[in-house]
């Protein structure tokens, strides 16, 4: 990583004893540090509902250490992080209370970042709260977290309120996709390789799957969950962010501005679902009791905290058709799930079949190339090729056999930094290449909203599937109505 090149901040974060802040952002503020990147004079203040002061915050962050670290706390790092973190008590919801914020804030030297991980609905408020407080300048950052709303109209909402006071450029919408270094990585692959440049189109791939599975199940957030389902969890952000890396037209540049519109263009040929095509091309699944890895784990509707009526989706598949010159009849297969047999990110570019095949002896169908690019676990990029199968064999014999690149092997001494430790230290920076701009989310938005009122209407209700499963029947119907199945 870079370098710091920018000011020392006031990193003020809302929500500092909440679960992303332990669980995330504490752990990447430390590794920061430890890696020096962190300026000297760089302070965090934590801000939540709770009563305490610096020593709450403190032993927090060690506790957060001492779970979440891979390697034991360094002593010396430990003090100089620990010396930076101040807490401050404070009902959000009270405006005139922001002006405490003033005895942690040095306006003239430090540069003011506030990290929203709290529930969207207090944004505005705490928007208004530091714009009276006098805290903010012109340089001040806000930094906020999915789910950006609901639907386009919330989104919409909460993108107002905060534009009252804070400019475009002062805004980092985060999804931490973005942050990973193998969904980077697409972009050195896409755009630095000559041997993909003119095959990426509807003449050389035949289609495309993107699937993000999940192990876990709903980890005691199903209030939070319950509300969004895992489209919105999960597929408004994430899986659309990784198809747009994949679909868009090579960018002028990497600045900011020139990736956001490249995946805009993308979002906007997205064909819309309609109460017509919704059944025939989404599926949406709802995890049932089951096992994974030989341990029993509750339906979603056991789980603790449920309701047992609900209706909303744990499980998501679909087929994205993207109405451009690129991609006409290319047909993007995107599958997300919770309780899946394992935890598995990965994208398969299924490249074309040969027009002619002069190998029939080995093989009546010679298979097409496959480029599988996996994101997580065992991060790594694999290609599946033709080889001719060493002998004195009389015809030319094939073999299917793989290029296989893992990044643990290639990079070995290399440290795979967290996403949030990049998109922190970019919210520092001032750079907004990863993060999303509003026309983006709000695009996002239009297209998942055809979808989520097209089931509306339908009125249909999520397939059950079994915990340790990779989804309802249907969603392996949905290929093979196309001819098609997914890779695993
Ligand atoms: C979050 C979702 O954005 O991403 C969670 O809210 C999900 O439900 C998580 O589990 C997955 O992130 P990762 O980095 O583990 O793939």
Request: aromatic content about 8%; charged content about 25%.
């Amino acid at each position: 990583m870079n370098k710091k090149n920018f000011k020392p901040c006031d990193l003020v974060i809302f929500g500092v004893l909440g679960d992303l802040s332990t669980r995330k952002l504490l752990v990447c503020l430390y590794q920061l540090d430890k890696a020096n990147l962190l300026e000297s004079d760089t302070k965090i203040t934590g801000i939540d509902r709770f009563p305490g002061g610096a020593s709450l915050l403190i032993s927090t962050a060690q506790s957060s250490l001492n779970k979440f670290l891979a390697e034991p706390l360094n002593e010396e790092v430990w003090q100089r992080f620990s010396a930076r973190l101040n807490y401050l008590q404070l009902d959000l919801t009270k405006i005139d209370d922001y002006q405490q914020l003033n005895q942690y804030i040095d306006k003239e030297n430090r540069m003011m970042i506030n990290y929203f991980s709290v529930p969207p609905s207090l944004f505005k408020v705490i928007c208004l709260g530091l714009k009276k407080s006098g805290t903010l300048t012109d340089e001040s950052r806000m930094v906020m977290e999915k789910p950006i709303g609901h639907d386009l109209a919330s989104s919409k909402e909460i993108n107002d309120a905060v534009s009252e006071v804070f400019t475009g450029d002062q805004v980092c919408r985060i999804d931490h996709y973005l942050g990973k270094e193998t969904v980077l990585n697409l972009l050195a692959l896409r755009f630095a390789n000559s041997i993909f440049i003119n095959n990426w189109d509807h003449n050389a791939i035949d289609h495309v799957q993107i699937t993000v599975a999940e192990e876990v199940g709903i980890e005691g957030r199903w209030g939070y969950f319950d509300d969004s389902g895992q489209t919105r969890d999960m597929l408004q952000n994430h899986l659309l962010q990784i198809l747009t890396f994949i679909a868009m037209e090579p960018p002028v540049s990497l600045r900011a501005e020139d990736i956001h519109y490249e995946k805009i263009k993308v979002l906007k040929d997205l064909r819309m679902m309609t109460p017509e095509n919704v059944a025939e091309k989404t599926v949406r699944g709802q995890y049932a009791a089951g096992a994974i890895k030989n341990k029993t784990v509750p339906g979603y509707k056991e789980e603790e905290g449920a309701n047992t009526q609900s209706k909303t989706e744990t499980f998501v598949a679909l087929r994205v058709d993207i109405d451009n010159w690129r991609w006409a009849g290319v047909p993007f297969y995107l599958r997300t799930g919770k309780r899946m047999p394992a935890k598995q990110s990965e994208i398969i570019v299924q490249f074309k079949q040969l027009p002619h095949n002069i190998f029939t002896e080995s093989y009546a169908d010679l298979p097409a190339n496959k480029l599988t690019i996996r994101l997580q676990p065992n991060e790594g990029v694999e290609v599946d090729v033709m080889n001719k199968r060493p002998g004195i064999d009389e015809q030319i014999k094939l073999q299917k056999t793989k290029l296989d690149l893992s990044f643990s092997e290639t990079f070995k001494n290399s440290h795979i930094v967290d996403a949030y430790e990049r998109l922190l230290l970019e919210a520092m920076r001032g750079n907004s290449t990863l993060f999303i701009s509003r026309e983006e989310i709000e695009q996002a938005w239009t297209w998942v909203d055809s979808m989520q009122n097209a089931w509306a209407v339908k009125g249909d209700e999520p397939k059950a599937y079994a915990a340790g499963s990779w989804g309802p029947d249907d969603a392996c119907e949905l290929l093979k109505r196309d001819g098609r199945s997914w890779s695993s």
